[in-house]
């Protein structure tokens, strides 16, 4: 029998065993772990980077402490791959993303080992505190350790834990892992700070050749501990976190295995609260992904020893709605020097790219600041310039304030280009664009818009974008419809639809993305069908007239049926009096697990089979005709 790759990870299933080897052991456990790693990303695909520049992190946490009594927070999620390796999920770890397979981020519900569900980025130091906080009110000795990115600290969240953490003196290790790095390049001064004198050569070498020098506790060790305190009071972020009222110890190599336990047992020797600050590169172990940490943030299937080889599209594929947002913005920066585009921290993830090289002078990526980002965009508007905010709608729920707030009771012309609305697929509900109809319906002075595909989405971000007040344009991930796009810009009319197809007894109300699959869905029905094109302003006139010659409305959108543009049709026929039959048809009222993109939609009902089978089981209901072809059609999604 061939021997395994890896003895050592073999024998660990959960942290445990783990905690059995010697000491001496761990630093081949980590590489086979990081060889481990990246056999299997390559195979199944998903996040890559981040997880290759924690794997010695990883290791000596689970070495150093009593997991899962002890507690491990890890923010946003993309670096614990081989946290899940580790602790149970090793033979599983190829499904990841998959339907039926392992999250992407960690879960509650997956594993005891997971004590914290994230996704979004900056909640694990008030996670953690939380956990802290809880534990020490039960008397319970439990300790606590929250991991954050240097990306992470570009939100406010972060220092806000630090704040009320370090007035508390709770048992608390935060761990600060630099990289540079989030998705994109970090930014800001922040991570400038992070990344100054004490980590670069000059100092560092200095310190390390000294401590070779002299033996703990003699009269030089102690001068030069005073010496070095005195540095890092000058030009080390330790000043901020211990004026917070944490002790600060670092940096030091993250990958420095034998240096990390050592200094991670220094700091559960210390009470109260501490801060550990390491230095890692993302990718590390891997050229490829050192070289193009970008590049390899998130990887599907590929050949290790040839890296990851983009395929250019196929000339006859359409284009993504990223893509038709990133030239839209182009093109109308070219028209119009007031446009300002911002980016809370994903340039590559909202198109911007090509933005950012032409005109960087009115490009600005704020980091992970998503409430930054909206009201900075108040502030640009109120000077007579006219932002355009690139969002994802799972992260513009978390500038809800400061959009009702800053933008809309101003009534101030800020263009929000919303991506990743609806159902995202492999990365799961914390990433579902599953809201943003229903919590952006309800804000007076706002309209919204969902395409129906491509080409209107390129109208429509022009439309919004001539509009004087604030303006969101909701559009999904992944490919268009395939539709010819036509360069010339033409503003639509404000809360007008478009009937497509005329048909008897049942009239389809499609909001967005869904609109295609419903002309299936009318087609095989003979449904009237409208493209609504607007969530807010409805257009009235369309739906009194629709409803008076129907005997059932039905209304489509990839949103949650709560809330949602379907509730706004509901409202208007309760005010015009008008008593006809309505179905909604959305995301259920609850949270659709990963998995691939058409999987999530058929799970909520949403592709052409599950819009036709609840069409048809409400005509059974009403005791209304059926149409003759009711047989299973095949839909998109």
């Known amino acids: 029998m061939e021997a395994s790759p890896y003895p050592l990870l073999d024998q660990i299933e959960v942290p445990a065993d783990l905690r059995r080897l010697d000491e001496e052991a761990l630093p081949e456990l980590a590489a086979e772990l990081r060889a481990f790693l990246i056999d299997s990303v390559a195979r199944s695909g998903g996040h890559f980077g981040a997880g290759l520049g924690c794997v010695e992190l990883t290791v000596a946490l689970h070495y150093l402490y009593d997991t899962p009594q002890d507690r491990i927070v890890w923010d946003v999620g993309h670096q614990t791959y081989p946290h899940k390796i580790l602790t149970g999920r090793k033979h599983a770890i190829t499904t990841i993303k998959r339907t039926g397979g392992l999250a992407p981020f960690p879960k509650r519900a997956e594993s005891e080992y997971d004590t914290f569900g994230v996704g979004h980025s900056s909640t694990s130091i008030s996670a953690a505190l939380g956990m802290a906080l809880a534990s020490a009110r039960d008397g319970s000795d439990r300790r606590v350790v929250a991991v954050i990115g240097d990306g992470g600290m570009t939100a406010g969240m972060a220092y806000e834990a630090l704040n009320h953490g370090g007035d508390l003196d709770p048992n608390l290790l935060v761990i ?175 198109g911007m790219v090509t933005f950012a090289e032409q005109f960087p002078q009115r490009y600005f990526d704020v980091g992970i600041a998503e409430q930054h980002s909206v009201t900075l965009a108040a502030g640009m508007a109120c000077e007579g310039k006219h932002p355009v905010v690139a969002i994802y709608s799972t ?186 039959s309505v179905l909604n048809i959305g995301i259920p009222d609850r949270f659709i697990e990963h998995g691939a993109r058409e999987d999530c939609l058929a799970a909520a009902g949403l592709d052409a089979e599950g819009i036709n089978q609840q069409i048809l089981q409400r005509l059974r209901e009403l005791g209304l005709a059926l149409p003759v072809a009711t047989t299973v059609i095949q839909g998109g999604g």
């Not at 703990?216 to 060790?221: L, P």
Request: aromatic share 6%; net charge neutral; charged share 20%.
């Open 176 to 350: 600060l892992n630099e990289n540079q790095m989030s998705i994109s390049p970090n930014v800001g001064a922040i991570t400038k700070m992070l990344g100054r004198l004490m980590s670069g050569p000059t100092v560092t070498g200095i310190r390390e050749r000294g401590k070779r020098m002299m033996h703990r506790g003699s009269r030089t060790w102690r001068f030069m501990s005073r010496w070095e305190e005195h540095i890092k009071g000058m030009v080390m972020p330790s000043t901020l976190f211990e004026e917070l009222g944490f002790n600060y110890l670092g940096p030091i190599d993250g990958h420095d295995l034998p240096t990390l336990i050592r200094t991670i047992r220094t700091a559960q020797s210390v009470a109260g609260p501490n801060l550990l600050h390491i230095i890692t590169a993302k990718g590390k172990g891997y050229a490829p992904a050192e070289a193009d940490p970008v590049a390899y943030h998130a990887v599907g299937p590929f050949d290790p020893q040839q890296g990851v080889v983009k395929k250019p599209p196929s000339p006859s594929a359409a284009p993504t709605y990223t893509q038709v947002f990133g030239d839209w913005l182009c093109d109308m920066a070219e028209r119009d020097e007031h446009l300002m585009a911002i980016t809370p921290a994903m340039r590559e993830g909202s």
């Open 395 to 580: 992260f513009l729920q978390r500038a809800y304030d400061q959009l009702v707030h800053d933008v809309a009771i101003q009534n101030l012309p800020v263009l929000f280009a919303i991506d990743r609305a609806g159902l995202v697929g492999p990365d799961g509900p914390t990433h579902a664009g599953s809201f943003d109809l229903s919590y952006l319906r309800c804000i007076p002075n706002l309209v919204v818009m969902a395409p129906a595909d491509e080409n209107e989405c390129r109208q429509m971000l022009y439309t919004g974008y001539r509009h004087p007040g604030p303006v969101a344009v909701r559009y999904p991930r992944g490919r268009g419809r395939g539709v010819p796009i036509q360069q010339e810009l033409s503003a639509l009319p404000l809360g007008k639809a478009e009937l497509l197809r005329e048909g008897s007894q049942v009239a389809i109300l499609a909001f967005g993305h869904p609109v295609h699959d419903c002309l299936e869905v009318a087609r095989r029905i003979d449904a009237t069908l409208a493209n609504m094109r607007f969530v807010k302003p409805l257009d009235e006139a369309l739906v009194r007239s629709l409803a008076s010659r129907h005997r059932l409305l039905v209304t489509v959108e990839e949103n949650a049926v709560a809330g949602g543009a379907g509730s706004g049709v509901n409202e208007l026929l309760a005010a015009a009096g008008l008593s006809v």
